[in-house]
């Protein structure tokens, strides 16, 4: 079975969301979406989760699961309202915890922010499996760039979130809190063992130096042959190695202060203060 997806993708945080769909019905789920964010405002829009409602509303479909791959650090999730609209189940791997309690001590979170993972509907751990429609999902728990990274295996449709990116980009940063490239290369060697046909679906694209088009979908066996950090020959010692390296230099991404604070929170903002505003901390010489 072959679930047939649909990608949408948003520029201004170069973040592909997704809808996969059991080809059997029109039953669905949707992947890592996207709400709109102006920094220097603060104003928010929904412009690209809209895009996804609408085309749930043109092909009259169903949406069972609003899944995350991982908390993002590079845009805000629209999660709290697709799951609004469409009714559907809100989904995250169970280290969702680790995160919460890492950040939510780093933003010295209110009292009322628990660390239990609650926010979400469900918490998926190694092998658990997702439903939708005929079409059966198993989550695949691929730490290294956060420790609560899921990839969700479709069949041969698979959604590996921020851990690979396009063969001429590479693999994700490991310099976040609980992240480790040693973890990432096993992680990646476990994707690397699904069947070499597999399709993956990247959560990012930056177009590398050299290409001029934004591209989202790769395949296991181009991975291995040609990824410019992780393909067969390379290994544990040289990617680390590399990995730490290249991580040295990287900036902060430009929405993580932002985006951390929401998505722990499962997409939701942080509560009104007593003036009913709700307000974003930055937190001074801390990261």
């Not at 509560?271 to 901390?281: G, I, S, T, W």
Request: with cysteine; glycine share 6%; aromatic share 10%.
């Amino acid at each position: 079975m072959s679930p047939l997806v649909t990608a949408f993708f948003d520029e201004p945080t170069f973040t592909y969301s997704y809808i996969v769909q059991d080809p059997n019905s029109k039953n669905c789920a949707i992947i890592d979406s996207v709400l709109n964010f102006d920094y220097p405002s603060g104003r928010t829009r929904t412009e690209s989760a809209d895009k996804i409602l609408q085309f749930v509303n043109n092909n009259s479909l169903n949406v069972e699961w609003v899944l995350e791959t991982h908390v993002h650090a590079d845009h805000l999730s629209a999660a709290p309202y697709l799951k609004e609209k469409t009714g559907a189940k809100l989904g995250i791997g169970a280290n969702i915890t680790v995160i919460q309690d890492t950040f939510g001590t780093a933003f010295n979170a209110d009292t009322t922010f628990v660390r239990d993972g609650s926010q979400f509907d469900v918490l998926f751990n190694e092998g658990d499996t997702i439903q939708i429609g005929t079409l059966t999902g198993v989550a695949m728990h691929t730490p290294g760039h956060t420790p609560a990274c899921i990839t969700y295996v479709f069949e041969d449709a698979v959604f590996v979130g921020d851990t690979l990116f396009m063969p001429d980009f590479g693999t994700a940063r490991c310099d976040f809190p609980g992240g480790d490239p040693r973890t990432l290369y096993q992680s990646i060697k476990r994707i690397f063992a699904l069947a070499p046909e597999t399709r993956l679906f990247m959560c990012h694209d930056y177009k590398a130096l050299g290409r001029d088009v934004f591209a989202n979908e790769t395949s296991v066996q181009e991975e291995r042959a040609e990824n410019i950090h992780v393909r067969d020959g390379i290994s544990e010692d040289e990617f680390v190695k590399m990995r730490t390296e290249r991580d040295a230099t990287l900036s902060m991404p430009q929405l993580i202060l932002p985006s951390v604070q929401v998505n722990m929170r499962a997409g939701k903002m942080p509560p009104a203060e007593e003036n009913d505003q709700v307000y974003l901390k930055v937190p001074i010489n801390l990261f």
